[in-house]
């Protein structure tokens, strides 16, 4: 028994907003709990449509509207989702992402580590020639050759404030790709099968391109020259 208006009402009815019992309450929520298991199935947007209104019910009206919105807002993210990372697709933009970006650290570390072999090198020469030559205005070009190799190992800075930079975005791309796979988890990978990802058409000389290749998937040297053997 519940009371309403100082009156006592059987706990059997249920009052609407018209005032009048509404039988069909029980229906509603009995929809709606169906809908709840089909929304984690993802047949929610059919679901939605299928839930009927009550007479004197606006409100349910109003509810499926937000219903589909929420639904609509869902299938939108993951089609987004699904553009970044596909599940079972081997083509993930994250971690290409994430892998060209320590291929660039990799790859200036070592052309640095080679400029600073290079320039140490001359300075010893440099140093040698000082010792043979004892015309005035050759020792001085020789010092400004010295100041000059001191300048490039300066320079040579940029390669581990750069790697420190890089480092970070890539540790925020990897932090992305955990937080998408998490939310793919959610859903579960049956959620996206049937999502269609638009891939990028690539025509003329960029569809020709392929480079560069990742150090592991390139072709190495010694294959190249066994095509002119």
């Known amino acids: 028994m519940m ?40 047949g929610a947007g059919e679901a939605v449509q299928e839930i009927e209104t009550p007479p004197g019910m606006p409100e349910i009206s109003v509810l499926k509207e937000q219903l589909q919105d929420l639904h609509d807002h869902i299938e939108d993210t993951k089609r987004e989702i699904a553009s970044i990372r596909q599940p079972g697709d081997d083509d993930d933009r994250l971690t290409s992402a994430a892998m060209e970006l320590g291929a660039i650290v990799d790859t200036t570390e070592q052309a640095t580590h080679n400029i600073l072999n290079a320039t140490e090198e001359i300075d010893e020469l440099v140093d040698k020639l000082r010792e043979r030559i004892s015309d005035v205005g050759a020792q001085e070009m020789l010092g400004e050759v010295s100041n000059k190799t001191i300048a490039i190992l300066e320079a040579c800075n940029f390669q581990d404030i750069s790697g420190q930079r890089i480092n970070k975005v890539v540790k925020t791309i990897n932090y992305l790709e955990e937080r998408i796979l998490s939310m793919i988890g959610i859903w579960g990978i049956d959620g996206f ?37």
């Open 3 to 42: 009371e309403r208006r100082g009156e006592i009402v059987p706990d059997g009815d249920v009052i609407g907003s018209s005032g009048d019992p509404v039988g069909g309450m029980g229906e509603v929520l009995k929809e709606l709990r169906e809908l709840k298991a089909m929304v984690a199935n993802g």
């Open 193 to 229: 099968k049937d999502i269609v990802v638009e891939k990028d058409v690539l025509e003329g000389d960029a569809a020709l391109l392929q480079g560069p290749q990742m150090e592991e998937e390139a072709i190495s040297q010694d294959a190249v020259d066994a095509l002119f053997d």
